[in-house]
């Protein structure tokens, strides 16, 4: 689903002109979502899919997915990031310069490459998240795995908001 609602923004916003550059889209409230994309300039593209949804634990989270994004044919890229299967293992992020705590595992779209998902790892963490995306007016600064891009922050709250704290 995430897939089909990228394509339709992206035919909107051609990519291919912003070269190391990243380009945010705000939060959709429909969708829970906001995307950014990250041009490596001949190095390596990304996408970043940044959403709240809940956890196996029935509590609510901030996710950031990372994957392998082609600027040259403006397509999901068919490049496995990370090797599936492993389980969860610990990590950190940044966040405007704070380091966070994650736990990080690695995910495969169906019938597509893998990508990273990371959220954080203990609930003082995911409150510095919440607070970061609520209060800065734009953008915050992200980190994952040694790749630096903004993420929107426009429309966060409404989709924070939306929704429970746990789902019953």
Do not use: H
Not at 54 to 78: I, M, P, Q, T
Not at 105 to 114: E, G, N, Q, T
Not at 118 to 133: M, S
Request: hydrophobic letters at 40%; a neutral charge; glycine letters at 8%.
């Amino acid at each position: 689903m995430k897939a089909k609602v990228f394509f339709a923004l992206a035919a909107l916003f051609p990519l291919c002109g912003f070269a190391g550059e990243t380009v945010r889209f705000p939060w959709d409230e429909e969708k829970g979502y906001a995307l950014t994309f990250y041009n490596g300039q001949g190095e390596k593209d990304y996408r970043i899919i940044t959403s709240v949804d809940f956890g196996d634990n029935g509590l609510k989270r901030v996710y950031f997915d990372l994957d392998y994004y082609n600027f040259k044919d403006d397509a999901e890229s068919k490049e496995d990031l990370c090797v599936p299967g492993k389980g969860a293992s610990a990590g950190v992020m940044t966040i405007n310069g704070q380091a966070i705590k994650v736990f990080k595992w690695c995910k495969r779209y169906k019938d597509k490459a893998s990508y990273i998902q990371v959220t954080p790892e203990t609930p003082k963490g995911l409150a510095f998240v919440v607070d970061q995306l609520s209060r800065s007016p734009k953008m915050v600064d992200v980190s994952i795995e040694g790749v630096s891009f903004d993420v929107s922050a426009v429309g966060f709250s409404s989709v924070w908001n939306k929704s429970s704290d746990i789902a019953l």
